[in-house]
Nanobody, 127 residues
Framework: QPQFVESGGGLVQPGGSLRLSCAAS????????IGWFRRTPGKEYEGVSC????????NYPASVKGRFTISRDNAKSTVFLHMTSLKPEDTAVYFC????????????????????WGQGTLVTVSS
């Protein structure tokens, strides 16, 4: 069964850094675009990054651009999210997901197209 397992979350002070990992199993990671999303209580999912299946295109919203970097290692079936200059508003549960879209590029706006959701990993940014 296709699934992701996210890890690497924790408590970090404002301005700090974390690297999240997302291990895939049950499917061929290199056939999918991969995205990271986050959710806080009472809010909708927010896409924070995606990377296309070839790894040569990434996409970020303005809220995290320049601070977050997504990368993938298809050989290890793992996707990473390196987060720097963290802010209290980055506090959320972070999830990874996949889409088999035929486009060459990943699209965070097409939320319904994403699947294989993991359980998430909690990131708390607080002093």
């Amino acid at each position: 069964q296709p699934q992701f397992v996210e890890s690497g979350g924790g408590l970090v002070q404002p301005g700090g850094s974390l690297r999240l990992s997302c291990a895939a199993s049950g499917f061929a990671l290199d056939a999918y675009h991969i995205g990271w999303f986050r959710r806080t209580p009472g809010k909708e999912y927010e896409g924070v990054s995606c990377i296309n299946r070839r790894g040569d295109h990434t996409n970020y919203p303005a809220s995290v651009k320049g601070r977050f970097t997504i990368s993938r290692d298809n050989a290890k079936s793992t996707v990473f999210l390196h987060m720097t200059s963290l802010k209290p508003e980055d506090t959320a549960v972070y999830f990874c997901a996949a889409t088999g879209s035929s486009s060459l590029y990943c699209d965070l706006a097409d939320f319904d197209g994403w699947g294989f959701w993991g359980q998430g990993t909690l990131v708390t940014v607080s002093s």
